[in-house]
């Protein structure tokens, strides 16, 4: 398979997109501020201000990172990771979002 990227996360996960998953999925489905660059995802993953375990699956991670200010509002950018083997994990999705509350518990940094 086709990858934009394979890097290492806070947690000592390889994180991977695979194009296929940004070019079908995370691109077409979203619209104007909403959509991440491949550049964005990937500041994400690499240099995150917070990780969170999701509340649906203890194997999938949200590593948000703020995407910039629009209109007076701060957006981060959210992508959901998913672990299919120890230590390697796979982009589900991503996206740019207004909040990030609510989306899982703060594993990392840790006591946050």
């Not at 964005?40 to 699956?57: F, M, R, Y």
Request: charged share 25%; aromatic share 12%; proline share 7%.
């Amino acid at each position: 398979m086709t990858q934009y990227f394979s890097r290492f996360g806070p947690l000592g996960d390889a994180v991977t997109l695979e194009a296929a998953c940004y070019d079908v999925h995370i691109r077409p489905n979203k619209r104007g501020p909403e959509v991440p660059s491949v550049f964005e995802i990937q500041g994400a993953i690499t240099n995150p201000i917070a990780v969170l375990q999701s509340k649906k699956d203890p194997d999938s991670f949200f590593y948000i990172a703020p995407a910039g200010e629009l209109k007076g509002r701060m957006w981060y950018t959210l992508v959901l990771a998913r672990r299919d083997r120890l230590d390697t994990a796979f982009v589900s999705t991503a996206f740019n979002a207004e909040r990030y509350a609510g989306k899982g518990d703060v594993i990392w940094p840790q006591g946050k």
